[in-house]
């Protein structure tokens, strides 16, 4: 037996954090568990059957480029069929060496880890912020500075403070600014124009890349859309994310990354390393799913539904919350997303009340596991996305139940 | 513009390399160029039928399971397949917790690095090895010790010569030796059974870690099967890396990995934040084809054709290549898998002499691509499942022609 296996590892490998998301998954997977826990869209409304009709026509049309390797670079059709749609629906024009599609966006997340972070780098992010992005550049060594949000997103006025207490050297290391401007996860804000706006100004004048992360844009369900920050900046001072896990399905892991040529360059080069290719088989569905406007459809009709859950979501929870009496306790009212954020009277720990919610079989994910910091004890993350509406009412029940029993007398 | 941003990349991406091949493969897709160079399945083989059927069967069975997001493990369900498959075909017997389904093995190798490697470690390689292995560990910092190859694979016996000149701290440093047993990628050579007994010998005396990378073991067409060596060496001692690459498809970019539980923790740590999982949707097809047993169906005939393929690949290289009577030009007459490496009379450089091979419509990998100190000039490796029956006879005769045309008068 080999026991000395455990003094190979590298650093890297000592410092990785365990994604509390993805260990919290496995323990919920109970059926007679509410969980409002994962970023996951409701299975019911899958286009199986779309799906279905798009994988026959391209292993009937071309079986000997989907199921082939393909160019790290992604496939071409997608790519145009990506461009298109992004001058169609964001106005942004991009040509084919400024855009990469990636497993999905960790990946791209990962990728920019590797290519920007060395150990002891820092990046700006929210508190709180996607943990999945925190855990990719925390795996290339990254450290963080933490910029609170409100109800406006993360407040940007606080960035220049931070800086400002910063020498030159040490604003040399921050390599990017990270942030999900729409429906923020986990907080479900926005992140208003005006703000857009002054990150950009920041940015260019301290010499900061934006990672602007949109997983939900399209999600919409309430007021008028903002457009992208990497629409309002002048080229190459953002790198943006999109991921089709939300508004196809997240079991096939595709997403894309625009950019300058030269960033996309080298995340082209790193992932020649990484995994040559996103596979050309779902990437070919995807195209045959954007061709024929099919995708465009689906997406309406998670629109209409995921709204009619966020608005049940907030209803309910009037309900069973006002009654607490507790002004302490808010939420927020997400224009989009998946998401709601909720913030307890500051006495009470979510991480240490996770027990008693399982013993009433619903599940959340505790705010602290979105702090790099470990704040944010007293806030949690609630999914509205995947629990049917009847879920929504008796989970939220058995919640206001669970905090009721936190409240001091 | 944004100009400034050449200096923000991590040391890491400034040292990552372009993979040779990948850039190769984008040069070579005119359809008149005859192509040895890529390790490319016969895309006239992919079983699309079978795919068409098991990708109706898990849509209609559980569209909810495989275009949900799966756990970072893999499908348990194609775990428990691929553990019942490896005990049926190589007597290995593990468990759920020491196998994990990879984005097929190129994000093994990334994720071994992740792991193992720490900048200024060493890893111990073929001379040749497999590139993409390469430009993995060299991502991360690795740097190398060079074995050369035999008719019988790595040379194991200069291994400890290598190792004493190194001393105690350096031999530290070594965090694995990296060998592709059966059917080499790119000499197509086969480790024998005395020389892997003899490799774990020598790992357990120094304690190092073995990575075994054995994407070809299923395609033999000639001799009897060696075990593998995670089956020969004690538990703990071995990584084993697979892919469905060769024996599936390539495009669905379906690997998995056997090591300890240990090993196998870490690993799916860091695959957490690189891509959360892979495809539950791929991994669901594949479990469909594993399950009904039409995979081992599929192989056997991908054996039948390659087996004829190298045949006549061999016929033909003696057809064209020996009347050139140049007793320094030789090649391997492999026993499985997709390669033959050719070695040259020593004046002659594949890398000067590919673009006269363009010229001439073919295409090879130039040998120094797969050194990693760009040794082996005279040298290249040569694909025969890829091209077809009269493909070979044509691209070997122009191959002639070209070596031919080298010849020191």
């Given at each position: ?93 991009i040509?084919?060496?400024e855009i ?130 990497f ?9 943006t ?16 990354v625009l950019g ?150």
């Amino acid at each position: 037996m080999y026991n000395s296996i455990g003094d190979k590892f590298s650093k890297r490998a000592n410092e990785i954090r365990r994604s509390p998301i993805r260990e919290l998954l496995k323990l919920i997977t109970k059926p007679e568990i509410i969980s409002f826990a994962g970023g996951i869209p409701d299975p019911t409304l899958f286009p199986a059957y779309l799906i279905e009709e798009a994988t026959k026509t391209i292993l009937r049309e071309e079986p000997e480029k989907v199921l082939q390797y393909g160019p790290t670079e992604g496939d071409i059709r997608l790519k145009m069929e990506l461009i298109k749609r992004q001058q169609r629906r964001n106005n942004i024009k991009i040509n084919e060496d400024e855009i990469l599609i990636t497993t999905a966006s960790q990946q791209a997340l990962d990728l920019m880890g590797k290519i920007f972070i060395d150990s002891g780098d820092t990046v700006i992010v929210g508190l709180p912020s996607y943990l999945g992005g925190l855990g990719a550049f925390h795996s290339y060594g990254a450290e963080f500075i933490g910029i609170p949000l409100d109800e406006d997103g993360m407040r940007v006025d606080l960035i220049e403070e931070k800086l400002k207490k910063l020498k030159k050297e040490q604003i040399k290391k921050i390599k990017f600014i990270y942030v999900i401007p729409d429906f923020q996860n986990p907080a479900g804000v926005t992140l208003s124009l005006e703000r857009r706006k002054k990150l950009i100004k920041i940015a260019k004048k301290h010499d900061l890349l934006i990672l602007e992360d949109t997983p939900y844009r399209e999600l919409r369900y309430w007021n008028k859309s903002i457009p992208p920050i990497f629409l309002l900046a002048p080229r190459g001072r953002v790198v943006t994310l999109f991921t089709f896990s939300k508004v196809f399905c997240p079991g096939m892991r595709l997403g894309y990354v625009l950019g300058s040529e030269n960033v996309i360059d080298r995340l082209v080069v790193a992932k020649q390393s990484t995994d040559l290719c996103t596979p050309p088989f779902t990437q070919g569905i995807l195209c045959e799913m954007l061709k024929g406007g099919a995708l465009d459809e689906h997406i309406k009709k998670l629109v209409s539904v995921y709204r009619e859950k966020r608005e049940y979501m907030l209803n309910v929870l009037n309900k069973y919350m006002l009654p607490l009496n507790l002004p302490d306790l808010n939420w927020t009212r997400p224009d989009g997303g998946l998401f709601l954020w909720m913030t307890l009277p500051a006495y009470m720990d979510t991480e240490l009340m996770f027990p008693r919610a399982l013993e009433k079989k619903i599940a959340y994910v505790k705010g602290c596991a979105f702090h790099y910091d470990n704040s944010g004890k007293n806030t949690m993350r609630l999914n509205f996305s995947y629990p049917t509406m009847d879920s929504i009412d008796e989970g939220i029940r058995r919640l206001s139940q669970v905090i009721a029993g936190e409240i001091r007398k």
